[in-house]
């Protein structure tokens, strides 16, 4: 069973940078058939997709958040991380991390196992 | 930045059939791109539900099912139970050159 457990601080101050880790477990983030994900959720708000990593460490982001985001992975720990620079209030979320489903082509990918998700709230 | 529109809530005594639509555009669902649907119980991370607009990952009930046409998708759950109170979101792909993985603006299930 793939397990996903997201790690890092939980209060970040503005204009600083959200740093999170997601650690891969009974999976790896090696395998050629996923993507990595990271995805967050606004306390009541609806869910927001960030961006993806692939093993090989192509990534693909969400414009909105393109200029502020870093997704990186380390294949030696089974882990891969989320950098988002510059925060303000507005990057208070849950953060989750997700693995994408992509069966056989991106466009039908889908997120079959998440991480229990981290609040990470900006204030200083 | 929701492009997939949902109803804000449903509800149904138990025992019940309700649906939930998910409607969207010529970018993303008319496009002909998959629909997948989650379930997020209070307090917890969402659970893929069905994906593939009609297919029930192992463990699913066959009391939910999703269907697809044109620009819009559908959740059934059919034979409401009490623990099916959550929040539910679609989810697509979207060729607009914006976002790539869109999701819907979710759906509160209430059981009367």
């Known amino acids: 069973q793939v397990q996903l457990q997201e790690s890092g601080p939980g209060l970040v101050k503005p204009s600083e940078t959200l740093s999170l880790t997601c650690t891969v477990s009974?999976?790896?983030?090696?395998?050629?058939?996923?993507?990595w994900s990271w995805i967050r959720q606004p306390p009541g708000k609806g869910l927001e997709w960030i961006g993806y990593?692939?093993?090989?460490?192509?990534?693909n982001y969400n414009p909105s958040l393109k200029s502020r985001v870093t997704i990186s992975v380390d294949t030696s720990k089974n882990q891969f991380s989320l950098k988002l620079s510059s925060v303000t209030a507005a990057d208070t979320a849950v953060y989750y991390c997700a693995r994408e489903n992509f069966p056989g082509i991106a466009v039908a990918a889908y997120f079959d196992y998440w991480g229990q998700g981290t609040l990470v709230t900006v204030s200083s | 930045q929701s492009v997939l529109t949902q109803p804000p809530s449903v509800s149904g005594a138990p025992g019940q059939r309700v649906t939930i639509s998910c409607t969207g555009s010529?970018?993303?669902?008319?496009?002909?791109?998959?629909v997948h649907w989650y379930q997020q119980l209070p307090g917890t991370a969402p659970k893929l539900l069905i994906y593939?607009?009609?297919n029930r990952p192992s463990g699913v009930p066959d009391r939910f099912s999703g269907s697809k046409s044109g620009t819009s998708a559908s959740l059934a759950i059919t034979g409401l139970q009490a623990e099916d109170e959550a929040d539910y979101y679609c989810q697509s792909y979207d060729s607009s050159l914006s976002v790539l993985y869109v999701f819907g603006t979710g759906t509160k299930v209430t059981v009367l």
């Open positions: 010529s970018s993303n669902i008319g496009a002909g791109y998959d």
């Open positions: 593939g607009n009609s």
């Open positions: 009974g999976g790896s983030v090696s395998s050629g058939s996923y993507y």
């Open positions: 990593i692939y093993y090989s460490g192509s990534t």
